[in-house]
């Protein structure tokens, strides 16, 4: 937890999560983040991932502390930047169940944020999404999928790719020209291998090459709080 713990604006607790991650081309994907922003990579590749999870105990300090008494089921798409000696996450967008949640999101944070009937239950033993857009003006994109841990949860291993992939703390973000980043605490993961069957995936269609028949690297964790600060600016 950071020294400044008590300037958290937000928490969340995450349970039953899951990390999808694909390998992109530099050039593939450059076009689609702010010019502001450089990409980071791995071996020389750029990374496109999908992370989705239910949210619970969700807490806003700006609305008294409690956001909402409900769940909140959310898809997030993001990729890997820097900029000059900091690192984190951009967001392509994030899709919740939630509409004072989304509005908050969008209008506070200034994060990309939509309105989704999104379902994320039980299955046997493993989990199913199902997730449509339907944010005004929006079209109705669509993400399902179902998924089942595998494996002994482990802590990844830091210089490897799955701690490069998952350890990230810091969002950023540029509006105007203008980037800023926002500090997230969590304790560190434990993961486990899962398997996933993805039966549809709209979510990466602005992408000029199709993902959908390339088989994403995948991990599940059961459960994360996480505290989110402030945006500040950087450059």
């Known amino acids: 937890m950071s020294s400044n713990k008590n300037k958290w604006v937000a928490y969340q607790q995450w349970e039953d ?14 076009p689609h983040v702010p010019e502001e922003l450089e990409l980071d990579t791995h071996d ?15 807490k806003a300090k700006k609305f008294g502390r409690t956001l909402t008494s409900s769940s909140i089921h959310q898809v997030n798409v993001r990729t890997y930047v820097k ?4 690192s984190g996450v951009y967001f392509f967008s994030m ?11 969008r209008s506070l944070a200034g994060l990309p944020f939509y309105q989704a009937d999104l379902k994320h239950s039980k299955k046997d033993e493993g989990f199913r999404i199902q997730s449509t857009r339907t944010h005004s003006g929006e079209k109705g994109l669509q993400f399902k999928c179902s998924y089942k841990p595998s494996g002994e949860a482990h802590s990844p291993e830091p210089g490897s790719l799955e701690h490069w992939l998952t350890e990230r703390n810091q969002l950023l973000r540029v509006k105007g020209k203008k980037v800023s980043k926002s500090t997230i605490d969590y304790k560190p993961w434990k993961i486990r291998p899962a398997d996933v069957k993805i039966t549809k995936n709209q979510l990466l269609d602005f992408l000029p090459v199709d993902l959908t028949n390339k088989e994403p690297i995948v991990y599940y964790g059961k459960k994360k709080g996480v505290y989110f600060y402030d945006f500040n600016k950087i450059g």
């Not at 900029?83 to 900091?86: D, F």
């Open 17 to 30: 999560i899951l990390f999808l991650h694909w390998p992109v081309d530099v050039e593939t994907l450059r």
């Open 44 to 58: 020389g590749n750029s990374w496109i991932s999908i992370l989705a999870y239910v949210s619970t105990d969700n």
């Open 83 to 86: 900029y000059g000696e900091e």
């Open 95 to 105: 899709e919740a169940d939630h509409k004072a949640a989304v509005k908050a999101s």
